[in-house]
């Protein structure tokens, strides 16, 4: 009988056991496509920003300070559309948005275009851009 229940005991951990590591493979699994997606789009957004027409008009880490520039004006509550504008009066050639589109990437699973669309800043974006002289349409990606 005490061997009986030692054993039961001993097969309820194992299966729990088992059913524990199942869920942390499907998991790291999981999240192993979640890196492999966001790395895909990642690379679309750079061949894109590499076709952009023009010269650069910053160093390449410029364009990174820029990226997280408008990233803190869109994220949490409310939207510094002035912080935006700014940012974007800054862009000169097509080739400056498209490095500022790849130095963007993708951030909580959206790239910049995806960012300005469900902030509701698309337009007024798109808008300055052409008053600017720039035809480039930031990339749209929500892997989410």
């Given at each position: ?68 520039r408008i990233f803190i ?51 007024n974006v798109e808008l ?17």
């Open positions: 009988m005490k061997g009986e229940k030692l054993f039961i005991t001993f097969a309820i951990i194992g299966a729990l056991f088992a059913v524990y590591f199942l869920i942390i493979r499907k998991l790291n699994k999981s999240d192993r496509e979640k890196a492999k997606e966001e790395k895909k789009a990642e690379s679309e957004i750079e061949d894109k920003a590499e076709k952009a027409t023009g010269i650069a008009a910053f160093p390449a880490a410029y364009y990174e300070t820029l990226a997280n004006a869109m994220k949490g509550l409310g939207t510094n559309e002035k912080e935006v504008i700014n940012v974007i009066d800054q862009l000169s050639s097509n080739r400056d948005a498209g490095m500022l589109d790849a130095a963007f990437g993708i951030r909580q699973n959206e790239s910049l275009g995806s960012w300005l669309l469900s902030d509701g800043e698309a337009l300055q851009m052409q008053k600017n002289g720039l035809n480039y349409t930031f990339s749209i990606i929500d892997l989410s």
